[in-house]
C-alpha cells in the first residue's frame, strides 16, 4: 500500500520567499536618502518588518480553509484559544 | 552602590521570584509528575501566552545587551540582528506547524524524540540530543553574562570569586521554582520580562535621541567615532567585504534558531497549529523592538559611554554598555526598572534552556540507555534533577572560567546546531536522506565547521602611535571567514579574495553535499534506512483531531 503523502502545497506558500530579498545588501547599503535623520541602510530595513508580517499573515489567512483541520474550523478568536489566560 | 536602582531591581525581582512559585498551580492539570506537564506546561499554551514565552524565550537578555554593544564597537554589522529576525519567521513559518503536529500525534518532547520515530534510530536521534544539549549550554551561561553585566553596573562588582555572589543567590532561586513550576514559571514570568523590557525600550528610543540632537545627529558622531578608530571593517554602512557576511550570518541564524531546542519548547508548548501561525504573524512585534535597541549603541557613542570594568576578569566589559547609558542618562528609579528588564529577561530564557536540555538528557540519554523502563514519573523527576545540574554547570562555567569561553562557545554552538538541519527541519518534508548520509554529513559540517571556527584569528590593533588598542586572537575570534581561507584538499577556489562569509553556511553547505553522496551510494547498496513511524497525515492533525495523543498520558 503507498504511504499517504505527507505534502501539501499552496502557491501563497510562494509569499513566503518575498522577505528573502532583505539579503541583498548592495540594494540598501547607502547612507541617503535619510528619513527622520536615519541613514538609507537602517530605515529601509525597519521597512521590511511590515512587509514580512504582511507575507506570513496572508499565507496564514489565504490557506486556514485548506483542509487542514480534520474536526472542526477555525472560527475562534485569539482569547478562546487562549485558555490559561482566564 | 546605586541603592534607588538595587531596591527597585531587588522589588522587580521579588516580584517574579513569587510568581515562580505560584506558578506551579497556575492551570495546573492532574498532575506535575510527567514531562508534557513539567517540560512543556500541559502542551495547552494559547496564542497570548506563547507570544510572551517564546518572544521572551528567543529574545533573550544576552540579546538585549550583546546586539547593542556590538553596534557601539562596530556599527552596521551588529545590526544583522534586525534581518535575521525578519527573515526567521517565513522561513520557519510551515516547517514548525508541522513539527508540532508530528510532536503532539506521536507525544514528542524534543526533536531528537522526532528524529527517533523519523528514523528510528536512536544513534541519530542521540547526535541530535547532544547537539541540542552543547549548544544550548554556552547559551545558558550567556543569560548569566547578560545578568551579571546589570548587577557590575549596580555597583555589586566584586572582584574574585565573591563577586560572582549576587549572580549566584539569582540564580539559586531561579534554579528552585524551575523545579517545582516546569515550564509554566518562565511563561508566567515573561509577562512581566516582555512587559519591562517594551516599556523601557519604547522610553529609550523616544526620549535618548531628542536629547543628543536627534538621529541625524547621533549617526554622523558614530560616523566621526569609526572613521577615527583603528578597526577598518566598522562603519555606519557595511563595506565591500563583510556584505555576504551580513546576508549569510543573518540566513544561517535564521536557519539554526528554531533548531535549538529550546525554540522548540515553546512551539510544543503550544495548544494548536492556529496558535503557532498567530505567532508567526505577531512575534516580529519583537524585532521592530530588537532594531530600536541595536539604534541605542549609537545613542551610547553619543552619550559618551564607556564600558565598566569587570572586576573578576579585569578587562573592560562591553555588554554594560547599554546598562550605564541607561543609568546615566535616565533617573535612577526608572535606570532601576530597565536594570530589572535585563535581569528578569536572563531568567526566562535560561529556565527554558535548561528544561530543554534537560528534556533532552532525560529523553534521548536517559530513558533511551541508562533506563528503558522509566515510569512517567521517573521521567519527570530526572528531568527536574537534570535542570538542576544544567544550571549549575552554567553558573560554573561562568564563576571559574573566563566568561570570553562562554561567549567563543555561543559563536560555535550556532555552527553546530545548524548541523543538524538535515537530520531535524528537512526529515519534516521528506525522508529521501539516508540515516547513514545524515550521520556522516553531521560529522563532516561539524568537524569541518569547527576546524574553520579554530583558525579564525584576528590580528592586533595599534593606533596611530603604535599602542596596541585590541590584543589580537589567533582561534575563535569571530565567525567571518575569509573566502581566501576556503580550502577543499588544498585547493582554493576564491584564492585572494577578502570577502567573507558566516562559516554556519559553509558548513551546512558540506553536510548537505555529503548528506546527499552518501544517500546516492546507500539507496544503490539498498542499505536498510530504518522504519518510519509518522504517517503523511500526522503531519497535518490540528488540535481536537482523533489523531493526537492524550496530554500526559501513561
Redesign the interface.
Known amino acids: 500500500m503507498p504511504?499517504?503523502?505527507?505534502?501539501?502545497w499552496s502557491n501563497w506558500?510562494l509569499?513566503?520567499?518575498?522577505?528573502?530579498l532583505?539579503?541583498?545588501?548592495?540594494w540598501f547599503?547607502?547612507?541617503g536618502p535619510?528619513l527622520?535623520?536615519?541613514?538609507f541602510?537602517?530605515w529601509y530595513?525597519?521597512a521590511?518588518?511590515p512587509?514580512?508580517?504582511v507575507?506570513?499573515?496572508l499565507?496564514?489567512v489565504k490557506t486556514?480553509n485548506a483542509a487542514?483541520?480534520?474536526?472542526?474550523p477555525?472560527l475562534?478568536g485569539?482569547?478562546d484559544?487562549?485558555?490559561?489566560?482566564k | 552602590m546605586q541603592w534607588t536602582e538595587l531596591i527597585v531591581f531587588s522589588a522587580l525581582f521579588l516580584l517574579v521570584t513569587v510568581l515562580g512559585f505560584v506558578a506551579a498551580r497556575w492551570q495546573a492539570g492532574s498532575t506535575l509528575d510527567h514531562l508534557d506537564e513539567w517540560g512543556l506546561g500541559g502542551r495547552k499554551f494559547g496564542s497570548w501566552i506563547t507570544w510572551f514565552l517564546v518572544g521572551g524565550d528567543l529574545y533573550t537578555a544576552y540579546t538585549f545587551v550583546a546586539v547593542p554593544a556590538l553596534v557601539f564597537g562596530a556599527g552596521a554589522t551588529g545590526f544583522f540582528a534586525l534581518p535575521y529576525t525578519v527573515i526567521l519567521y517565513p522561513i520557519v513559518f510551515l516547517p514548525l506547524v508541522r513539527m508540532w503536529s508530528v510532536s503532539r500525534v506521536h507525544g514528542y518532547v524534543t526533536p531528537a524524540d522526532f528524529v527517533r520515530g523519523r528514523y528510528g534510530s536512536h544513534w541519530l536521534a542521540l547526535l541530535i540530543a547532544i547537539t541540542g544539549i552543547v549548544a544550548t549550554m554556552p547559551y545558558i551561561a550567556l543569560q548569566l553574562v547578560g545578568l551579571e553585566a546589570v548587577l557590575r553596573t549596580m555597583g555589586l562588582n566584586g572582584s574574585g570569586v565573591l563577586g560572582h555572589a549576587p549572580l549566584f543567590v539569582a540564580f539559586v532561586i531561579l534554579a528552585l521554582y524551575t523545579y517545582q513550576s516546569g515550564l509554566r514559571a518562565p511563561a508566567l514570568i515573561a509577562f512581566v520580562k516582555d512587559t519591562l523590557i517594551y516599556i523601557v525600550i519604547l522610553v529609550a528610543v523616544i526620549y535618548l535621541p531628542a536629547k543628543f540632537g536627534g538621529w541625524g545627529q547621533i549617526f554622523d558622531t558614530a560616523q566621526v567615532k569609526y572613521d577615527a578608530s583603528p578597526q577598518k571593517s566598522d562603519g555606519i554602512l557595511l563595506n565591500a567585504n563583510n556584505q555576504l557576511q551580513y546576508a549569510t550570518l543573518a540566513l544561517g541564524s535564521a536557519l539554526a534558531l528554531f533548531l535549538y531546542p529550546h525554540s522548540l519548547t515553546g512551539i510544543l508548548a503550544s495548544r494548536g497549529r492556529n496558535v503557532i501561525k498567530r505567532n508567526m504573524v505577531a512575534l516580529p512585534a519583537y524585532s521592530l523592538l530588537l532594531g530600536l535597541l541595536a539604534m541605542l549603541g549609537f545613542v551610547a557613542i553619543s552619550a559618551g559611554v564607556k564600558p565598566i570594568t569587570n572586576q573578576a576578569t579585569g578587562r573592560a566589559d562591553t555588554n554594560t554598555v547599554i546598562p550605564v547609558l541607561f543609568g546615566q542618562e535616565f533617573p535612577a528609579w526608572f535606570a532601576g526598572i530597565a536594570f530589572a528588564a535585563i535581569g528578569i529577561g536572563a531568567l526566562v530564557p535560561a529556565a527554558i534552556m535548561s528544561i530543554a536540555a534537560a528534556n533532552l538528557w532525560t529523553r534521548n540519554v536517559y530513558k533511551e540507555y541508562l533506563k528503558k523502563d522509566a515510569t512517567p514519573k521517573q521521567e519527570a523527576k530526572q528531568a527536574k534533577i537534570a535542570s538542576l545540574v544544567v544550571k549549575f554547570g552554567a553558573v560554573a562555567f561562568i564563576v571559574f572560567i573566563d566568561p570570553q569561553f562562554s561567549i567563543d562557545l555561543q559563536l560555535i554552538g550556532g555552527v553546530m546546531i545548524l548541523q543538524t538541519l538535515p537530520a531535524v527541519a528537512i526529515a519534516l518534508y521528506t525522508r529521501w536522506f539516508h540515516v547513514y548520509g545524515l550521520v556522516i554529513g553531521w560529522f563532516v559540517g561539524m568537524g569541518w565547521g569547527m576546524w574553520l571556527l579554530y583558525n579564525i584569528g584576528t590580528p592586533e590593533v595599534r593606533d596611530a602611535a603604535g599602542k596596541v588598542v585590541t590584543a589580537g586572537r589567533p582561534h575563535f575570534a569571530g565567525s567571518a571567514l575569509a573566502l581566501d581561507k576556503l580550502s577543499l584538499f588544498g585547493w582554493q577556489p576564491f584564492a585572494g579574495s577578502t570577502v567573507q562569509v558566516y562559516v554556519g553556511i559553509v558548513a551546512v553547505a558540506a553536510n548537505l553535499v555529503v548528506a546527499v553522496l552518501v544517500t546516492l551510494v546507500a539507496k544503490k547498496l539498498h542499505v536498510f534506512n530504518g522504519t518510519d513511524e509518522t504517517n503523511g497525515e500526522d503531519y497535518h492533525a490540528d488540535e481536537g483531531s482523533s489523531r493526537v495523543k492524550p496530554v500526559a498520558a501513561h
Not at chain 1, 509569499?15 to 528573502?20: A, F, G, Q, Y
Not at chain 1, 527622520?36 to 541613514?39: C, I
Not at chain 1, 484559544?81 to 489566560?85: M, V
Open positions: 504511504r499517504p503523502s505527507s505534502l501539501r506558500n509569499l513566503l520567499l518575498i522577505p528573502l532583505m539579503l541583498v545588501t548592495p547599503n547607502s547612507d535619510r527622520f535623520g536615519l541613514p541602510f537602517y530595513q525597519f521590511w518588518v512587509v514580512g508580517v507575507c506570513v499573515g499565507v496564514y486556514r487542514v483541520a480534520e474536526d472542526k477555525d475562534l485569539v482569547d484559544l487562549d485558555e490559561g489566560a
